[in-house]
């Protein structure tokens, strides 16, 4: 039973960045735009969140981090809807761009492949009598309910919903199809990036340059996973971080020695795998996704 | 203006834009190419190094003497195969970003040649063959889930990347370990290496099974029946359908064959690279040569010949890069960066006619009587 | 020619709602869809617009509804000239148009879609007022639809009377339906002209693009009529009879062909078009035995109905028509890209239907489509790769170990080139850089290298300009001469009736009649392509 909280915990620590993530591609899938550069996006807000978690604090770390991945979100949108550039290979080069940019900007930093946050920028946890947790948390549990209420009672995300499956239809009704997948992909680009910020001020406290360990991938199957619907987001979050946890926990068990190590890190990815193998063709996406979209 | 040169000015326009349309192609790429190296220099500026002196040192580290020279092309051998297997499956209409775990596999499955002697010659073509057929043997279970299931092949590559990593450390640390340093696999022996190419580089014939490699594809696609079947698929599947190609069939090939070209990259690592010759619990010389990959089959415009090319350019990058960091202080981590940017310039499609748009809107707003 | 000045003087002094005064649209690629097109809208009024396929009606009408902006001319109102820049404009304006393919999120349910439209950007959806509206209209117009259904679950006739609603609910004074009946049942239809005749009660103005003279005739004020985008008719419908219609919708021949040759004149030598006709008798035995077919569109309607017929070797057989009767889905079927629901179809007695596209070629079937570019061509191919598209595992071209054999290709697509008279610059052209004509005289080269028992041509000539829709034709000719069966689809009445032997008018997924083309005068072919049965056309 002393197990179940310190599982339960560091799942939801694992959870938080998957969940931010898939929400925020969540709603920019559902304007039509697929972002395969989420990794890139979380590896830079994690090493830009150091950066401002040490110049200002944690408030500023994660800030800096949403903006960070704000701007990252809005450049990828400007490429793939006013210029109609395509999305795999914008995705592609994001990534590429984050791994250099964060081994070179550690660097920068002075200690090449690691930074540490200074106990001073590190978000304060919440303590409880069975464990500390994350403020940020409870961001990551709010935000889906908000991003479900957002799809599906206002009519902003009627319109976000019309530009991804008929762009035609929505066009003739007045939408600027365009504008509507910017701003879509830019806020995707914060939530990201506050995902990132948090795993280096808030959860693990450093950054190196693998840090985001896959997770941007991950977060993509989550979004698969979900079929679109945020909350089956944060379920999907939820269980990704539980499988990390268990990657941990596992190694406390008696008799885990038996178990090579580098075999149950493998877990999260299998399961990943497993999960969209046996999930896919049973979700719908919206039938103008990927594509970019030109009048007539 | 007088009318004149008004004509003449017209007559070169033109001139201008109808070699800008023939050569488009190579031509955005050396402007995306331009792009990289530009945000490269403002970012160096940035940070207070100068960007002259750190890209002649890069150039001249690259490619300004032989020693630099070779460098790069060994930098740039596993690059063209790891391009290659980017480009066939993107002519075959999928997104193969699974280089990178199917070159591990092919660099373990090379250095378990070690195991076993036999007479030179053949136990590199052994060599070879395992690694093919290990990272074809990776490839092909996404490629399978995506026509079987319809699972998008970019989950499935990376999670496989990642398998193929944690496997990678598991087999270095415990089953291909080598007796006398714990941190490493057994080495490739003497008699199954590639021998160096330039004395003194780690320069080996590697290049050479590369570039045939390379050469084997263009043939495959560009001259045999199978090939051309890929090719159609991969741009028109309806039209191709039509003509009686399976397009389920060339997208497994597709994988088989990018698959056999990493296996074949990660075989070239651990066969040429002096002097260890094995793969490192870490694998740092091995890690990252597939996503760089991606960047080449890009820049050379997913054909063997310019990928060729961009891979000798891409190894000059990361070879003078090293040099850059040693003269200039400009650590080499910049270099992936630039890339990066490359690639985002690469993905704007027709950046030629972005350029030309921005031009005539410039145009526009400074000169009325011009404007047309 | 027209009463249009006498219709026009009463129309002063009723007053106009919209009037649209020397409308030109040239396309960006050249293609003329309008020629200087003034036309008045009444209030109080259902002005039909009749025409056959691309005559213009509805380009006409994306100009009037703002989503396209017109080359030349103006519309203005009583208040002044009036532009649109986008869909929305001309709604707040009072214009909506039911498109023929319905502008609906499929996902969305009805009520959805309605509020998708609607003006308040951001806050709450409101969708239980959007509902309650919505409810209210339905009262009113007798047009009842399920709210909370999908769309996309919806039959046909159900999503056009939501896309109706959706253009109601935005209180519109002219309402324009495109093609409205052809996915209705004829009970829905009666419906249909219930409301518009309601509507125009209260005083709105309808155009109703159409080209069924029966429905034309019964729910309309007036008709204007289009052919090849410019002003043909503007008639009381009172004084109307179908065949001044049909006359005027086809068009004299003595006419036309005296347009084309001043138009041949200006490009191409001039080929005579009774020159390039030979009637001669062929007697081939029958290559293509169709029985019983029926086939089903995407939209689950049936669109072949019970169709029976023969092509025999050495002639042309003619399937004429508004697009949209069931062709496509007729050629679909032979040709392996569509199953059918029923019917038997053979080549030279081996079953056709339900196989794989390779398997049809076997049998003799070469297939000119319809679009180009979706089916017969690989863009980004050069000619000499998309001269082996089909035929690429054939031996001459195939060497050792699966080779191609270039030199040989190459040498195959010269002959095509120099056969056919395909202006490229050399065998490795990319295919896109060819001119629409080269790039089909390309597809027809391959297809009859083939050697194939019968040709099946769909819309050959369109979109090719007169020369080398006239050496497309003259080819055909040569086929059938050297006694291949060949299979004519083509919404080009013109062209249909001087290339066939024998022609059949498609209306609704039926023939309507089966004749040589001399047999029936032009009027009695306009009134059965307007779906006016033979025996009322007597």
């Known amino acids: 039973m002393k197990y179940f909280w310190g599982i339960f915990f560091i799942s939801l620590h694992a959870m938080v960045p998957l969940v931010l993530t898939a929400v925020g591609e969540i709603i920019g899938e559902t304007a039509g735009l697929f972002n395969i550069g989420l990794e890139g996006i979380l590896l830079t807000c994690a090493f830009m969140g150091v950066v401002g978690a040490k110049m200002g604090g944690p408030a500023a770390g994660l800030l800096i981090g949403m903006g960070i991945g704000g701007l990252i979100g809005l450049i990828f949108s400007i490429i793939n809807t ?129 840090i985001s360990a896959g997770r941007g991938f991950i977060a993509l199957a989550t979004v698969v996973f979900s079929g679109l619907n945020p909350l089956l987001g944060l379920l999907g979050g939820f269980i990704f971080g539980f499988f990390e946890s268990l990657a941990t926990w596992i190694r406390n068990l008696p008799g885990s020695k038996a178990i090579p190590w580098q075999f149950i890190a493998m877990i999260p990815y299998v399961v990943t795998l497993l999960v969209v193998a046996g999930v896919v063709g049973r979700v719908r996406f919206p039938k103008a996704l990927g594509e970019p979209y030109k009048r007539e | 203006m007088s009318a004149d040169a008004r004509a003449a000015g017209s007559r070169w326009r033109s001139l201008g834009r109808r070699t800008l349309t023939g050569l488009n192609p190579a031509l955005e790429s050396l402007l995306a190419g331009a792009v990289g190296l530009l945000v490269g220099a403002l970012l160096m500026k940035m940070w207070g190094y100068s960007p002259v002196k750190a890209y002649a040192a890069l150039f001249q580290g690259a490619y300004g003497d032989l020693y630099g020279f070779a460098s790069s092309l060994a930098r740039g051998t596993p690059l063209i195969l790891t391009a290659l297997t980017f480009s066939i499956c993107v002519r075959a209409g999928m997104f193969n970003i699974g280089a990178e775990g199917q070159l591990i596999v092919g660099a373990l499955a090379a250095v378990t040649v070690g195991y076993f002697t036999l007479p030179a010659a053949l136990h590199v073509i052994v060599a070879l063959i395992f690694a093919m057929v290990a990272g074809a043997a990776w490839s092909i279970v996404p490629a ?162 310019g990928i060729i090319i961009a891979a000798v350019f891409f190894g000059g990058l990361t070879a003078g890069g090293r040099i850059m960091q040693l003269t200039a202080g400009v650590p080499l981590e910049m270099v992936r960066v630039v890339e990066g940017i490359i690639v985002l310039a690469m993905a704007v499609p027709e950046l030629v006619r972005l350029f030309r748009f921005i031009r005539s809107q410039f145009r526009r707003v400074l000169g009325g009587r011009s404007a047309q | 020619m027209n009463e249009a000045g006498e219709t026009r003087k009463k129309a002063d002094k009723d007053g106009y709602f919209l009037r649209a005064e020397g409308i030109t649209k040239v396309y960006s690629d050249g293609t003329v869809a309008l020629k200087k097109v003034t036309l008045e809208i009444h209030p109080h009024e259902i002005l039909g617009l009749l025409g056959e396929n691309g005559a213009g009606k509805t380009t006409l009408t994306k100009i009037l509804s703002g989503l396209l902006p017109p080359t030349q001319g103006r519309v203005i109102s009583p208040h002044g000239p009036v532009k649109f820049s986008s869909p929305r404009e001309a709604l707040d304006f009072g214009i909506g148009m039911v498109h023929q393919h319905f502008a609906l999120v499929g996902t969305f349910t009805a009520a959805e879609n309605v509020a998708l439209s609607h003006r308040r950007p951001f806050t709450r959806l409101h969708l ?411």
């Open chain 2, 144 to 305: 399978l889930l995506k026509t079987a299931r319809g699972v998008s092949e970019v989950i499935s590559t990376i999670m496989f990347n990642w398998v193929s990593h944690f496997l990678a450390f598991y087999l270095v640390a415990n089953i291909l370990t080598d007796p006398i340093r714990g941190e490493k696999t057994i080495s490739v022996p003497l008699s199954a290496r590639f021998p160096l190419l330039v004395r003194g580089t780690d320069l080996s014939y590697g290049l050479f099974a590369a570039v045939a490699f390379a050469v084997v594809m263009y043939f495959i696609l560009w001259h045999t029946v199978t090939g051309y079947e890929v090719r159609a698929a991969g741009l028109n599947p309806t039209a191709a359908r039509y003509g009686g190609i399976n397009s389920r069939r060339t997208m497994l090939l597709s994988f088989i064959l990018g698959g056999m070209g990493a296996g074949l990259a990660g075989a070239c690592i651990v066969m040429g690279e002096p002097p260890t010759y094995a793969v490192f619990s870490g694998l740092g010389n091995i890690a990252g040569v597939g996503f760089d990959g991606m960047a080449v089959a890009m820049v050379g415009r997913n054909h063997p010949i």
């Open chain 1, 82 to 210: 006013y210029w109609k550039g395509n999305q795999m290979i914008t995705g592609i080069g994001v990534n590429l761009f984050a791994l250099g940019f964060v081994a070179f900007g550690l660097i920068m930093l002075g200690s090449p492949g690691f930074q540490a946050v200074p106990a001073s920028g590190r978000l304060a946890p919440i303590q409880t009598p069975v464990g500390s947790l994350s403020p940020i948390i409870f961001v990551a549990l709010v935000v889906p309910f908000l991003a479900h209420w957002f799809l599906k009672r206002t009519r902003a995300g009627l319109i976000l919903k019309a530009a991804g499956e008929t762009p035609e239809a929505a066009d003739v009704a007045g939408i600027n199809v365009n504008l509507v997948r910017l701003l879509a992909t830019t806020f995707g680009g914060v939530l990201a990036g506050l995902g990132g910020a948090y795993i280096s001020v808030s959860w693990i406290g450093s950054v190196t340059k693998e």
């Open chain 3, 128 to 538: 239980a007022t959007t509902r309650k509206r919505l409810e209210e209209m339905m009262e009113e117009s007798g047009l009842r639809v399920p709210l909370d259904v999908p769309v996309e679950k919806l039959a046909v006739g159900e999503q056009q009377r939501v896309e109706v609603l959706k253009v109601l609910s935005r209180d519109v004074n002219l309402l324009i339906l495109d093609e409205p009946t052809s996915v209705l049942t004829p009970l829905e239809v009666d419906e249909l002209f219930v409301l518009l005749r309601r509507l125009r009660e209260a005083g709105k103005s309808i155009i109703l693009i159409t080209h069924k003279l029966k429905e034309v005739g019964s729910v309309t004020d007036r008709i204007v009529v289009l052919r090849h985008g410019e002003m043909a008719g503007d008639v009381r419908t009172a004084e109307a009879t179908s065949e001044r219609l049909a006359r005027l919708m086809v068009g004299e021949t003595v006419e036309l062909i005296g347009k084309k040759a001043v138009e041949l004149a200006e490009g191409e030598p001039a080929r005579d078009e009774g020159a390039v006709r030979q009637t001669a008798q062929r007697a081939g035995a029958s290559v293509l035995h169709v029985e019983g077919l029926a086939v089903k569109a995407d939209t689950r309607e049936i669109a072949v109905k019970d169709l029976s017929f023969d092509v025999y070797g050495g002639e042309i057989f003619g399937i004429a028509g508004v697009e949209g009767n069931g062709q496509s889905e007729l050629v679909e079927a032979l040709t392996g890209l569509r199953k059918p629901t029923q019917g038997v179809a053979t080549i030279n007695g081996t079953d056709v239907l339900g196989k794989d596209p390779r398997e049809i070629y076997r049998l003799g079937v070469a297939h000119v489509p319809e679009d180009r570019w979706k089916l017969g061509l690989v863009l980004p191919f050069t000619l000499a790769e998309n001269a082996i598209l089909g035929v690429q595992r054939w031996k001459e071209f195939r060497g050792p170990l699966s080779f191609l054999r270039w030199r040989k290709i190459n040498q195959h697509v010269r002959e095509l080139m120099d056969r056919f008279g395909i202006q490229a610059t050399g065998p490795g052209a990319p295919a896109k850089s060819l001119s629409g004509g080269n790039q089909q005289k390309l597809i027809v080269g391959r297809e009859l290298a083939k050697d194939p028992a019968i040709v099946i041509a769909s819309q050959p000539t369109r979109g090719l300009d007169i020369g080398a829709a006239q050496y497309i034709r003259n080819l055909l000719l040569e086929m059938r001469d050297n006694g291949r069966a060949i299979l004519l689809v083509s919404a080009d009445l013109d062209e249909v009736l001087a290339l066939c032997d024998r022609m059949a008018i498609m209306y609704e997924g039926r023939f309507m009649v089966v004749v040589r083309p001399g047999e029936l005068g032009r009027e009695k072919i306009g009134l059965l392509m307007g779906g006016v049965a033979a025996k009322e056309a007597a």
